[in-house]
């Protein structure tokens, strides 16, 4: 069996600890599951000496993200955006309805806040020679196998050095270091907030002696 360790003392009432109990394990547990998850990621790239930034995505449980953010960055690894006001990211979805990703850029810097980064997903290495082209701050190579991003990520780095370059997309865990590139700088995978393994926490009451 896996030993057990201390890692809080609860004092008060019983009734108030009791009704609390299942509550607090629940979170701890998910929230450690998320930091141990990110921990492991983290460890995973820095064996193959990768330096650049893990992170996690917007696809957190409803009523929760609060919870699997801190975990994630308990974890050593960044939370990226809190909510859509934190960066501008353009999706596929908003490049296709606008027309074009010039389109898309063009009218997010109509109203975005000058401190505002924009983001942009792309699909090929074409929309993202666009995307850097318009001189956005991110880019984001979706769904490119390792292959793809190596060589597309070279390619965008020798043309423009200043712009980010995020994988994301077919990334897990066991696969992440396949995706740690020279030329990337940021890793984003929804394994992080979504299908984490709990760590198991129990309460136990501990007679106060007379």
């Known amino acids: 069996p896996t030993p057990t360790q201390l890692v809080a003392d609860v004092k008060g009432k019983a009734r108030d600890v009791l009704l609390a109990e299942r509550v607090a394990l629940n979170v701890l547990a998910r929230c450690s599951g998320v930091a ?7 460890a995973a790239v820095d064996r193959v000496g990768w330096k650049g930034t893990i992170a996690g995505t917007r696809k957190t449980t409803p009523g929760f993200r609060v919870v699997e953010k801190y975990g994630l960055v308990v974890g050593g690894v960044s939370g990226h955006r809190y909510d859509l006001s934190h ?12 027309g074009s990703v010039a389109a898309a850029v063009g009218a997010v810097r109509q109203v975005r806040d000058f401190a505002s980064k924009i983001e942009v997903e792309c699909r090929n290495l074409e929309e993202a020679q666009e995307a850097a082209r318009l001189g956005v701050d991110v880019i984001m190579l979706d769904n490119f196998d ?28 066991d696969t ?17 907030v979504q299908g984490y393994p709990v760590v198991d926490f129990s309460m ?3 007679p106060q002696k007379q």
């Open 36 to 42: 141990t998850q990110a921990r492991r990621v983290r």
């Open 87 to 98: 960066m501008v990211m353009l999706k596929d979805n908003h490049v296709v309805i606008s």
């Open 146 to 173: 390792p292959e793809g991003l190596e060589a597309s990520a070279r390619i965008l780095k020798h043309n423009f050095p200043d712009v980010l370059i995020e994988s994301s997309g077919g990334v897990t865990v």
């Open 176 to 192: 992440v270091a396949d995706y740690a590139k020279e030329w990337v700088d940021i890793i984003s995978l929804s394994q992080l």
């Open 204 to 206: 136990k009451v501990v």
